[in-house]
T-cell receptor, first 121, second 112 residues
Framework: GAVVSQHPSWVICKSGTSVKIECRSLDFQATTMFWYRQFPKQSLMLMATSNEGSKATYEQGVEKDKFLINHASLTLSTLTVTSAHPEDSSFYIC?????????????????FGPGTRLTVL | QQPVQSPQAVILREGEDAVINCSSSKALYSVHWYRQKHGEAPVFLMILLKGGEQKGHEKISASFNEKKQQSSLYLTASQLSYSGTYFCGTEGTTSGTYKYIFGTGTRLKVLA
């Protein structure tokens, strides 16, 4: 089955530092990856859509300069939280669309990474 | 626009049934259902594509109404393992950009 990995699983950092989170599709190619943020007891909120080889599309209210997204290859997207602050502490999850399925199927199952829990002190 | 789920939370005893609803103000291309355990990523349950479609496996099934604006997830004879938060997910395009958005979520707790 399709597997998406995220690294790191947990990260604790000091306020003001930057944190990079990687999202990899291990056994399929993904032209599109999504980044979500989930605060305790809330839903997953889409932050941005990451497209391979082009700029990410950010949702309203998400700062582009704070959450840098790079999708350099068909299997890797990175999210960098720059100058992190305690309010950025959250559970960050990525998901990926399988390129083959997207081209051949009517629907697009999302394959999720295991998530990264970020705590900013 | 984020689909609204109801109820927000429900507590069941083992063996009881539950229905979770997902409503949208506009017709959806498809609806996906997920279950998320605390601290973990969502796990895909099923997808519905067509208006009027019903689908299920084992004791979990779902329906998609004719107008494709509402979907319901049915949990029958609930088990302890059903506990978690259930989300509906919807896909669509906005200004040419493909998006995937989750509903507000329903927390389910099954007690022994």
């Amino acid at each position: 089955g399709a597997v998406v990995s995220q690294h790191p699983s947990w990260v604790i950092c000091k306020s003001g530092t930057s944190v990079k989170i990687e999202c990899r599709s291990l056994d399929f190619q993904a032209t599109t990856m999504f980044w979500y943020r989930q605060f305790p007891k809330q839903s997953l909120m889409l932050m941005a859509t990451s497209n391979e080889g082009s700029k990410a599309t950010y949702e309203q209210g998400v700062e582009k300069d704070k959450f840098l997204i790079n999708h350099a290859s068909l299997t890797l997207s990175t999210l960098t939280v720059t100058s992190a602050h305690p309010e950025d502490s959250s559970f960050y999850i990525c998901s990926a669309r399988d390129l083959f399925l997207a081209l051949t199927s009517r629907y697009n199952e999302q394959f999720f990474g295991p998530g990264t829990r970020l705590t900013v002190l | 626009q984020q689909p609204v789920q109801s109820p927000q939370a429900v507590i069941l005893r083992e063996g009881e049934d539950a229905v979770i609803n997902c409503s949208s103000s506009k017709a959806l291309y498809s609806v996906h259902w997920y279950r998320q355990k605390h601290g973990e990523a969502p796990v895909f349950l099923m997808i519905l594509l067509k208006g009027g479609e019903q689908k299920g496996h084992e004791k979990i099934s779902a329906s998609f109404n004719e107008k494709k604006q509402q979907s319901s997830l049915y949990l029958t004879a609930s088990q302890l393992s059903y506990s978690g938060t259930y989300f509906c997910g919807t896909e669509g395009t906005t200004s040419g950009t493909y998006k995937y958005i989750f509903g507000t979520g329903t927390r389910l707790k099954v007690l022994a």
